[in-house]
């Protein structure tokens, strides 16, 4: 590893650990963009064993990003984002913007995931701060409250494609009690509900 950027705790990770890529936000101002990214990357290092969540680093998002044609501090669509953790083992994604108001600065992340062929996004609230390590603060927070979420909405998933609906709508119920704003939880819970022809009310209900 470059100096500063440190190995996270507790490695190596298993081999069912969860990965999490974060690579430069989308910005008018490319160093911003950069910055906003290495310290969230540092945030999430510094909250999680690399057995319980880990943190690709930085050296090797670089590398992989100059092998295919691409400057490191490139800031990627969703696709592109999309295949680079596919190459990196990247379970889940930070797709970022980060822009400056006066004083402070802003970002705008959410989650992405790759469930089946489809791209899924999970919106995280905006983080608005004096500076990139207190907005990367807010969003790493954000992140530790959606990924509560997750294991019930793995569930419900698994639960979607073995053609269960009433189990899958448990495992959504239970995805929305553990993180309230679950997007993805909700998206389970409408499929199923389509699945067994719910009233359109229930399913217009969830979409809303």
Known sequence: Q???QPEQRGGPPK???????????NSPDRKLGVEAADEVRRRIQGEYSAKDLFVVPKNNINSTLEASGYRPDSALNASDLMELSKQLHGQYVIDGTATRAGDRVRFETRILMRTGTQTLGQPLP???????????????KSLSEALKGMPA??????????????EAITNARAGIAAYPNSTLSRICLMNAFLNKKEAP???INVAN
């Open 201 to 203: 009310d229930s399913i």
């Open 2 to 4: 470059r100096p500063g």
């Open 15 to 25: 081999p069912e650990t969860p990965y999490i890529l974060v690579t430069t936000f």
């Open 126 to 140: 905006v983080a608005e701060a004096q500076d990139a390590g207190d907005a990367a603060k807010s969003v790493e």
């Open 153 to 166: 909405y793995d569930k419900c998933i698994a639960s979607l494609r073995a053609a269960k609906n009433d």
